[in-house]
């Protein structure tokens, strides 16, 4: 079975600052993966890579099978364009830490607005839809709120339903939580586990290792542009077995 | 903590309101101020040569309300037109297209340095220039073909010296506007899937818009005071009227009145409408604004003098 991601020999520099040198992994379908590593070590722009936010300078990415942002054409690769990219956008949903919610439309209107018009889906059929994930993040009360008017947690889990209302097939999430009060990280984290268990794939960038330890069937450690290690988080946070690793755990362990 | 007990000429502290503090340079310099303008609202009203019957017969007259009407006329179009052009210039100078971002770049550069009087005239004698304009393959054979003095009358000058003006001082606010607009907004709609037109219509633009808004009701204004350079043309606005009217007349003065009067009432009009805009902007999206919200004239308080002085 080919995984749903793939990612073989992702390299990205930013003019010769070489941020991710050669990463290689493997999502397949129903998976969590927690990705933790030092501030800088190129945890975002692994994420942004994967759906092109960022264009690697090297390697690619491919989602089942077909590689996301070029195409062949005979024997010669071409570049996508924004609008070509856009279908493979959506079947990859993106959570960011800053939330970036429409600010000029409510909690329903931010969900809605990519089922119809990316995909045509008649309002009636987008709203009820919408009211049904927007319960699922406990947002449906603030439905016709304006992001102004939200905390940040319900900011985020109002963005967790309009990215799954494009119904993807995986979920990109870069520090959800960050951004967040500590009393506000919980309701995330909660929205974030009933995703997991519902089945979705996710592959999660996050400082918390909690979640990481929990909710993870895989977890990868990247320092310096490379993953250091990988593996199930209970053999990783318990038993890691390079230096660097322990350095991370037990600075990030104390902190907390 | 012991206090001081009141003593017996002088009320306790907690039961008094202190005396607002005056500031006397703002009371006398405000009374020399009054009394001009109440000297020179006298001249205005007691002068014999602005002939106040004469203005009130001629404020009404047919002529000068068709003249108020193109004068409208004009700013509607020339702003409508400046702002699509602007809108379109803005996207092709933020584009990554060498060709468009150059394009619009000489536009700009163009049409901010030639004063609009200059251009309209130019716009008017296009003729001299190309007596023919006509439609059809570049190099080729043409499709159709119109005679320039039929398509240009002054009014299409005017429009087209107006609009073009507009346009590129709308193209840069307008670009302004859109860089305003957090990166992580095209991102987050780019990740459900829209295409680029779809972004910029439905997210970057209306958060754009917002905040293009108030200068934009700022070149409204100046829009309807630069259509009077339009009586050049000959095109009957509501100066070339009331100027018409006079060279018959020679009730130069009074006519002028007229003219001044109306421009002043459609610019408080639209300074109206510009607060109200701007006033709902500023609140908070989803709350509700009145109009009697509306404050002209805000107080400028120090945080010493509001505090309330409980009873
Ligand atoms: N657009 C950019 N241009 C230039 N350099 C960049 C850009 N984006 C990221 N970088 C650099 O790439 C490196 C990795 O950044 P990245 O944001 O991926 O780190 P991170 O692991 O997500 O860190 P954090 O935990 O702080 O979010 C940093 O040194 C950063 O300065
Ligand atoms: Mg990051």
């Not at chain 1, 040198?21 to 129903?30: A, F, Y």
């Not at chain 1, 692994?46 to 077909?66: D, I």
Request: net charge positive; proline share 6%.
């Amino acid at each position: 079975m080919t995984p749903l991601l793939q990612v073989e020999k992702l390299r990205k520099a930013f003019g010769t600052h070489e941020v991710l040198r050669g990463i290689d992994l493997q999502v397949n379908r129903g998976e969590v993966i927690c990705i933790v590593g030092p501030s800088g070590s190129g945890k975002s722009t692994l994420l942004r890579c994967l759906n092109h936010l960022e264009k690697p300078t090297g390697g690619a990415v491919f989602l089942m099978g077909e590689p996301v942002g070029l195409r062949w054409k005979g024997r010669s690769l071409h570049e996508m364009t924004f609008n070509e990219l856009a279908r493979q956008r959506q079947r990859m949903g993106m959570v960011f830490q800053g939330f970036h919610l429409f600010p000029h439309k409510t909690a329903l209107e931010n969900v809605v607005e990519a089922p119809i018009i990316v995909k045509g889906v008649p309002r009636a059929q987008a709203e009820a839809e919408a009211m049904t994930l927007l319960d699922k993040v406990g947002m449906r009360d603030r439905a016709h709120y304006y992001p102004a008017q939200l905390s940040g947690g319900q900011q985020q889990r109002t963005a967790i339903a309009r990215s799954l209302a494009m119904k993807p097939d995986l979920m990109l999430f870069d520090e959800p939580t960050s951004a967040l009060d500590p009393e506000l990280v919980g309701e995330v984290l909660a929205t974030m586990r009933h995703l997991a268990d519902e089945g979705m794939t996710m592959v999660v960038v996050t400082h918390e290792m909690g979640f990481a330890r929990d909710v993870a069937d895989h977890l990868v450690f990247m320092d310096g542009g490379v993953i250091v290690e990988e593996g199930k988080p209970s053999e990783v946070l318990i038993n890691p077995r390079h230096d660097r690793t322990r350095a991370f755990l037990s600075r990030v362990i104390s902190e907390t | 903590m012991k206090r001081p007990a009141p003593s017996a000429d002088r009320p306790s502290i907690h039961d008094i309101r202190p005396v607002p503090a005056r500031n006397v340079g703002q009371w006398l310099g405000g009374a020399v101020l009054l009394a001009m303008g109440l000297l020179f609202l006298q001249i205005l009203v007691t002068n014999g040569n602005m002939k106040w019957p004469v203005v009130a017969d001629y404020l009404f007259d047919a002529k000068i309300l068709a003249g108020l009407g193109m004068t409208l006329l004009l700013t509607v179009l020339a702003m409508v037109l400046g702002l699509a052009i602007g809108m379109v210039l803005a996207i092709m100078r933020l584009s990554s297209g060498r060709v468009f971002q150059w394009i619009s770049w000489v536009w700009i550069w163009f049409f901010r340095g030639v004063p609009p009087l200059v251009q309209m005239i130019f716009w008017y004698n296009l003729a001299l220039l190309l007596p023919e304009i006509s439609i059809g393959i570049p190099f080729g054979p043409k499709l159709v073909s119109w005679n320039t003095n039929d398509l240009i009358t002054p009014f299409t000058a005017a429009i087209m010296g107006l609009a073009f003006t507009e346009s590129a001082y709308a193209a840069e606010m307008i670009r302004a506007g859109i860089q305003a607009v957090n990166p992580g907004q095209t991102e987050a709609a780019a990740t459900l899937g829209m295409t680029r037109a779809q972004v910029l219509r439905r997210i970057v633009l209306p958060q754009a818009l917002r905040i293009v808004i108030p200068p934009i009701g700022n070149d409204t204004i100046s829009m309807l005071k630069f259509t009077s350079l339009v009586s050049v043309l000959a095109l009957p606005d509501l100066l070339y009227s009331a100027q018409m009217i006079y060279a018959r007349t020679y009730q130069t003065i009074p006519l002028l009145i007229v003219a001044t009067l109306w421009y002043l009432l459609l610019t408080t009009v639209l300074t109206i409408c510009e607060h109200m805009i701007e006033h709902r902007l500023k609140a908070a999206p989803g709350q509700k604004t009145r109009f009697w919200d509306l404050r002209f004239f805000p107080r400028h308080r120090s945080t010493h003098q509001s505090a309330e002085v409980q009873p």
